[in-house]
């Protein structure tokens, strides 16, 4: 087999060389494939660095993040210039993570990709230190969340952060089938629960900041049940009289966290989706629940399992 050997030693690159590099996605319309149409978001998921993102103390907290860059396409365009995605936001990796820097990233996008709109969204698990209910005790728990940001044709930015929290759920079905088992026939039983899990999307209106420790705030003070990191007996008899006193059903949850963020004035718009993760049946219950916001938040979510916890 014959091995190709330059025969001409490519040891650096000049200006020269570089701009006599074919340049195949900014080719002519004549060379599209397919239907020559607009595309509504196109560019990179997935790609990963460690970033700074602020506390709610201010404190910047280093975290490995997910990143999804995209941009419009328009007609007669045959693609864009996929890392410069990646090399543009590089530019910011040094900077501390809000949700408002989203913003300064977008408009370079648009302006160095030539884009009419521009989307990204930074997914990361957030640690809060949490305290044991009743005993001395601490630790982290993790929170999976999301800064997205979104510019559009006319230059309008909205700023979303999406905040899963993970909390147990006790049926009230149950536990009063249990109270008349117990009451009329003398018989012991226990009423199911199980590891549930709400997703809260939220907008915050311009000129406002809502912390990832404000929604964990929200969340736990509507629900009363989060998962616990660390426990004794005394922390898990205190958790067995919270789920006892605090049953829900799917519909519940999402009414309950409903109530507590649309009394936010931070926020202009939300969505709550609740999956319960049923030990009684072999399937799942679910709610979505939104404010009703003119081309706010759908009220709808495609997939639940993303909601297994």
């Known amino acids: 087999m014959r091995t190709l ?20 996605q900014n080719r002519d319309a004549a060379e599209i494939l397919g239907a020559n149409v607009p595309i509504l978001q196109v560019g990179i998921s997935n790609f990963r660095l460690p970033l700074r993102v602020m506390s709610a103390k201010g404190d910047p907290i280093s975290l490995e993040v997910s990143v999804t860059g995209t941009v419009s396409l328009g007609a007669d365009k045959k693609g864009i210039n996929m890392s410069r995605i990646m090399r543009i936001f590089y530019e910011f990796k040094d900077r501390v993570f809000t949700p408002e820097l989203l913003e300064e990233i977008l ?90 899990k709400a997703r809260v999307s ?30 004794r007996r005394e922390d898990e008899q205190a958790f067995a009289e919270l789920n006892g006193d605090q049953t829900k059903f799917v519909e519940d949850a999402a009414r309950l966290l409903y109530e507590a963020i649309d009394s936010d004035p931070r926020i202009s718009d939300f969505q709550v989706a609740c999956a319960h993760l049923e030990s009684l049946h072999s399937h799942d219950a679910v709610a979505v629940i939104n404010k009703g916001v003119d081309h706010g938040f759908p009220g709808h979510i495609d997939d639940f399992r993303s909601l297994i916890c």
């Open 5 to 24: 050997r330059s025969t001409i030693p490519l040891k650096s690159v000049t200006t020269e060389y570089r701009q006599s590099l074919p340049d195949t």
């Open 107 to 196: 408009i370079a996008y648009k302006e160095k990709i030539g884009s009419s709109r521009a989307r990204l969204k930074l997914g990361f698990s957030y640690p809060i230190i949490k305290k044991s209910l009743r005993s001395d005790m601490e630790g982290y728990q993790y929170y999976e969340v999301a800064y997205e940001g979104i510019l559009d044709d006319l230059g309008r930015f909205r700023k979303q952060i999406h905040f899963d929290f993970v909390y147990s759920s006790a049926c009230p079905c149950a536990s009063d089938l249990s109270e008349h088992a117990r009451e009329t026939r003398g018989q012991y039983a226990i009423a199911h629960s199980q590891r549930s």
């Open 202 to 231: 939220i907008e915050v209106r311009p000129g406002k900041t809502v912390n990832i420790e404000d929604l964990q705030a929200i969340c736990d003070k509507a629900l009363l049940t989060e998962t616990q990191v660390m426990v």
